[in-house]
């Protein structure tokens, strides 16, 4: 049983068993013809045996997870701002953050509703239930207090979790994102054209921490911050993302970005050739021993591009490594017997379902001579 099943699970566990919950779960999946997923098939369930909601914790919401209910303890809140619709009517909005143990999250309140804060009926530290529709905001996922949604204040003792996440605890759709991480890379200021036809800065840089490694786009002043590999940086209300099928994470205009004194540690996880399977971003540490000539092909874009394969051998194996565009200029002077780095390599069949690894624009990779 996966955790936001375990989660509704928990709510119905003094009226069924684990296995009887499954049961009845692949039931209803059935019975619908395989129409609704698991999740839905689990709600279903729940107002079978009589619950009339079932909460959420807020780490556990998607933006695809629809209408919730979830209960938080409210830690800032944003001063009113007005709007005019499209239709030419005003409008108000104010941004509430509330957070329980698993996370934080921006629930929405619009129009009148905006009055509750005004009033003082709504302030920080006040623990509410929301009801409210789950969507994609520009600073992850967000709840949006409608016409079909509601709020209540209620009694609770909610601890919400303030302190920075470690790089594994971070999933894609996340809000509020703080996060304390060395520089590991820490990347070029690239220029670029607007939709408006202005010219803005991006950079990204990646972070490491005793759990893993992350990506952190900077924009425009933050991305001509002075940072150099090695600096500890504080990212405090960022959101994060998943690109390429890899979360990173983004800053905005509430972000902040500072460098920071704390002690962090991190020790590149290296995986050994024997031990890679298909799908893996994996780091390989070994010698070449083989080179290919380099090839050249057309993009889909119709754009010139080059590609070279190289074997790599450790002490439990030997794998086929593509490097693609400006990672082909390596190969000059290149020769068997040199110390290979890769960093962060895509793992995948290729011809013939031979396992290689991929090389691209994420990968760090380093060629040293042997001693």
Not at 58 to 83: H, L, N, Q
Not at 159 to 182: T, W
Not at 270 to 297: C, K, N, Q, W, Y
Request: hydrophobic share 35%; net charge negative; aromatic share 6%.
């Amino acid at each position: 049983m996966d955790d936001e099943l375990t989660e509704i699970y928990q709510q119905l566990s003094d009226q069924i068993t684990p296995e009887e919950f499954e049961t009845r779960i692949a039931e209803k999946v059935s019975l619908m013809g395989g129409l609704c997923d698991r999740r839905t098939a689990a709600m279903l369930v729940a107002r079978e045996l009589g619950a009339s909601e079932v909460q959420y914790k807020i780490g556990r919401i998607k933006p695809e997870t629809g209408m919730v209910t979830f209960t938080g303890k409210i830690i800032s809140i944003s001063e009113v701002k007005e709007f005019q619709r499209s239709d030419g009517t005003p409008g108000r909005v104010v941004n509430l953050i509330l957070g329980d143990e698993t996370g934080t999250i921006r629930a929405a309140l619009w129009d009148e509703a905006t009055d509750l804060v005004k009033s003082g009926d709504i302030r920080v530290d006040q623990c509410l239930k929301v009801q409210g529709l789950a969507k994609e905001g520009y600073a992850g996922t967000e709840v949006s207090i409608g016409r079909n949604g509601g709020i209540e204040e209620v009694d609770a003792d909610i601890k919400p979790r303030l302190e920075p996440y470690k790089i594994s605890e971070i999933n894609r759709d996340m809000g509020e994102v703080n996060l304390v991480a060395r520089v590991l890379d820490c990347g070029d200021v690239r220029e670029f054209v607007r939709k408006d036809g202005l010219k803005g800065l991006v950079r990204t840089v990646l972070l490491g921490d005793e759990t893993g490694k992350i990506r952190l786009n900077l924009w425009n002043d933050q991305a001509s911050m002075e940072i150099a590999t090695g600096d500890v940086l504080e990212i405090i209300n960022g959101s994060s993302r998943e690109r390429y099928g890899q979360v990173e994470i983004q800053t905005g205009s509430y972000t902040v970005v500072k460098k920071s004194n704390a002690a962090v540690n991190y020790s590149e996880k290296i995986t050994p050739i024997a031990d890679l399977e298909p799908g893996m971003i994996a780091t390989v540490s070994g010698f070449v021993s083989g080179l290919g000539e380099v090839r050249e092909f057309q993009k889909a874009d119709g754009t010139p591009g080059r590609v070279a394969n190289i074997y790599v051998s450790d002490a439990t194996g030997r794998v086929k490594a593509a490097l693609w565009g400006d990672h082909v200029q390596l190969l000059e002077g290149l020769d068997i017997g040199f110390r290979a780095d890769l960093v962060d390599c895509q793992v995948k069949n290729g011809w013939n379902e031979e396992l290689e690894i991929s090389c691209g624009w994420r990968t760090k990779i380093t060629f040293a001579p042997p001693e």
